[in-house]
Every structure is written in C-alpha cells, then in structure tokens.
C-alpha cells in the first residue's frame, strides 16, 4: 500500500472550492460511465432470463463496487497531486523539476488503482510500454487538472463556472480535456497489439469483462460523453 499522507493541506480556500467541484462532477461522470458499462454488459450476458438477473445482481453488487472503487482512487490521487502541483503552477505551466518530483511522489498510488496495470502480465514483453503510457497519463492528468483547479476567481459556484473560467473558448477546453482521452487510446492500441497481454485471473470481479470489446466501447462513450458534457457547458448549462 502507498504511504503517501491521504490529508490534503490547501494552499487556499478557492482552491479547496475547487476541488470539490472537481471531485463531484467526475464522480458523476464515473457513475454515467458505470450505468453504461452496465447496459453493455448486460447486453452480452442476457440470452435467457435467469442469465439477466444473475448478470444483473453481478454487477450491481460485485463489479460496480470493484470498478468504482478504483476509478474513486485514480481521482482521488490525481486531485491530490493537483492541489500540490498548484504552489508550482506560473505562466500557464507546473515548474518541471517540481512535476517530476510529484509525479515520482504519487503514481505508485495510481499504479495500485491502474486497472491496466492491474489487468495485464508483469511478465509480457509490452509490459513496459503499459507502463510508460500509464505514467504519462498520470502525468498529463496532474497538468489539465491543475490548470483549472487553481483558478482563484471568486464568482464561481459550479463546475461549468470553473471550466469556462479557465478556457474561455470551447475549442481550448476541448484540446484540454481530450489531451487525456488521448493518452488512454495510447493504451488500448497497446493493447490490440497484443492482446495476450491482458491477464485477470478467475477470482478478480473483472475477469467477467476479460473481452476486449468492452474497453473499446467504453472509450468510444467516454469520447461521445465527453463532447456532450462540454456542448452543455458552453451553452451555459449549471453543471
């Protein structure tokens, strides 16, 4: 387990504000995510009744827990790295030296969240790779959400406020946000390369989603959600 303090010191109230409206619109989003994962799992494992309800009860009770668990710890880290890279924040961009030693701070909590990592053979020769592109998520995760989780303007009360706050153009927010979606269509590539690369065993309440389709169809929706969610919020939504 990572020893890394879980007390989270804000350098300033507006900072701590944000944070929180950070953490429950991505909470929302995960739970969006979930429900869909949800639809398509069930779509796969449904050809009689009795398969539906088992299928069903499975999720509801045993994946879902699994995967919002960790999908709550990969956030949980990266806000808390985040509000640390902030003292180091100037000119649009984290000071390098200071990201670095941030980065080498947090991952191996990020690493125990990684489900990628998590889902893959330590022994595979692409391992490596897995672990690079992991890293750099991480790392690209840390600068977008600092970007806007320091923003010190008062006059925000959502998380749209804060969004277009921080990119006044929609045409920024999106290069911004989809900067991270880019690094883990970085992973599923690696993945498709070598698809023997995947490992769950039995016991882990992931094997059921050992099929490859589903990562590819979760990365599609989070593109198609993602759009949708920055549609909303440049036509002023309250988000």
Known sequence: MSNVNNLIE?????????YHLIRHYLLFLVDIGLDYLKREYLRHNSET??????????YDYILKDYLRRKLKGILKVILKASVEATKYFKD????????????????????????????????????????????????VAIIQTTRIIQ????????????????????????????????????????????????SIPFYKPTWNLRDFAYIRKIYEFAITETNHQIDLIYQGEKI
């Open 10 to 18: 804000f350098p300033h109230p507006l900072i701590k504000r944000n």
């Open 49 to 58: 009744s009795f398969q539906e309800f088992t299928a069903n009860n499975y």
């Open 92 to 139: 649009e961009k984290i000071d390098a030296s200071e990201l670095d030693r941030i980065v080498k701070k947090y991952y191996p909590e990020y690493a125990e969240n990684d489900m990628s990592l998590l889902h893959s053979s330590p022994s595979h020769p692409n391992r490596s790779e897995l672990e690079t592109i992991s890293r750099l998520t991480f790392r």
């Open 151 to 198: 923003c010190k303007y008062e006059n925000i009360s959502y998380y749209s406020d804060l969004i277009r706050t921080v990119y006044p153009d929609k045409i920024q927010c999106q290069i911004s946000l989809h900067a991270i979606l880019t690094m883990i269509d970085q992973m599923i590539d690696c993945f498709e390369r070598s698809l023997d690369l995947i």
